[in-house]
């Protein structure tokens, strides 16, 4: 267990993060661009790279996809407009619209941008078809399997909410509206192992032949996973994008049209870029446990009790001069909500798990680990908590890329009414 961040010793070290603290005040984000912009080359063999922006949808991040030629799946109007601000184009493929319904705003804009709709329901694909026939849709096909990290992130098989069932459904409502059929998606997880992954190439080849229809590009979906314990592997990207090189000249071949791979990351581009940062203002100590009570709750980061995830914790210390004469506790960390499922340091079905960290105290501080990936955008004001500032590491200088909210701010929505 260190008191330094452990990504980027060089960016993140004990001086670094004290002058952040000072500067911003706890808790808040921080983002490292250069881990963003290595995991974005480690991805480069593949044709077109499709960010899923809801894992990390702040518009400076999506700034550094548009800047290193990435393109965006945005999946909301929201997301949508986050895209066209950070300078992603909506007539060149930059932007592609995924979702299950087309809400009736939702909708007006992707028809006046022209933005392509990946479509996850025969609904979708009639709803655009009769105001805005030709449109370039995609078919989002849900291969009857999925996987992932945990039950809640699996977008595949038959409790899954996503995707088309029957794929050869969706070709006579294409054709009846002259929609253009650009091209297939499938995505089973997030999170998901290897083996999984290999499925979704054969089940891509499959109901590509089966439809038989010219499409310019296929998507592998994202799901790659990234390390958050210690123990976990680098997933081998060179292998993975074999695999389905080899799918894509051979629908190439088949179907008789030049195709292009697509590959949609959330995580693995932005997870092991960011850390939450939070002091610590309590330790207290039951007949069994001692709770280490943080100013960051699952308002912030919501993964450890939606999903039971890990995440690697680090102290650092507000006054240490020789970390190896600290003894080492069973601590659990929670936050400060008014909620006893707010604890940091849980097993996958929730149960708390204590962890071993350095002794700590009120004033020092707990750094969670590989937070850029569904830590911010799955922020809420729960407990009428202020959404917390992030800040971006980027062309070796700190800048602020959220300020924080004020309450006046949370409450101007409510006031005056």
Not at 105 to 114: A, D, F, G, H, I
Not at 158 to 181: F, V
Not at 311 to 318: G, M, N, R
Request: proline content about 5%; charged content about 20%; hydrophobic content about 40%.
């Amino acid at each position: 267990m260190q008191d330094t961040l452990n990504i980027s010793n060089k960016v993140l070290t004990r001086k670094n993060l004290i002058y952040l603290i000072k500067k911003y005040k706890t808790p808040l984000w921080v983002y490292n661009a250069d881990i963003i912009v290595k995991q974005i080359k480690k991805l480069k063999k593949f044709d077109i790279i499709r960010f899923a922006q809801k894992s990390c949808s702040n518009i400076h991040i999506l700034k550094i996809m548009k800047d290193n030629n990435i393109k965006i799946d945005a999946v909301s109007l929201g997301e949508i407009k986050r895209a066209l601000i950070a300078g992603f184009k909506p007539h060149n493929n930059d932007i592609v619209f995924t979702s299950d319904i087309l809400e009736k705003k939702v909708l007006k804009e992707v028809v006046r941008k022209k933005i392509p709709v990946n479509a996850g329901s025969i609904d979708m694909l009639h709803q655009l078809g009769k105001i805005s026939p030709k449109h370039p849709v995609w078919i989002r096909i849900n291969p009857k399997f999925g996987g992932g990290h945990h039950i809640k992130t699996n977008t595949g098989g038959d409790q899954s909410k996503h995707g088309i069932w029957n794929s050869m459904q969706a070709i006579p409502i294409i054709e009846k509206y002259n929609l253009n059929l650009i091209g297939l998606h499938i995505h089973i997880g997030s999170g998901v192992n290897l083996k999984n992954l290999y499925q979704v190439c054969e089940s891509m080849k499959n109901h590509a032949i089966k439809l038989n229809k010219k499409i310019q590009f296929i998507s592998a979906g994202g799901g790659l996973s990234i390390p958050y314990k210690p123990t976990d592997k680098e997933i081998n990207i060179n292998e993975y994008f074999q695999k389905w090189n080899s799918v894509k000249k051979q629908l190439t071949s088949t179907l008789n049209c030049p195709i292009k791979l697509e590959i949609e990351p959330g995580r693995f581009l932005v997870g092991q870029s960011g850390i939450l940062i939070a002091k610590v203002y309590s330790v207290k100590k039951t007949q069994k446990n001692i709770f280490v009570l943080i100013n960051a709750g699952f308002n912030d980061l919501m993964r450890p009790v939606l999903y039971g995830s890990y995440h690697e914790i680090t102290v650092l210390h507000k006054n240490i001069k020789d970390i190896q004469k600290i003894p080492l506790i069973r601590g659990i960390i929670a936050g400060p909500l008014c909620e006893s499922g707010d604890i940091f340091t849980v097993q996958e079905t929730g149960i708390i798990l204590p962890r071993n960290i350095p002794a700590v105290y009120p004033g020092d501080y707990i750094i969670i680990h590989n937070t850029g990936a569904y830590g911010s955008s799955m922020s809420s004001n729960y407990n009428s908590r202020p959404f917390i500032p992030e800040i971006l590491y980027e062309k070796k200088v700190f800048r602020l890329i959220r300020r924080r909210q004020t309450i006046k701010e949370m409450l101007s929505l409510e006031l005056p009414l």
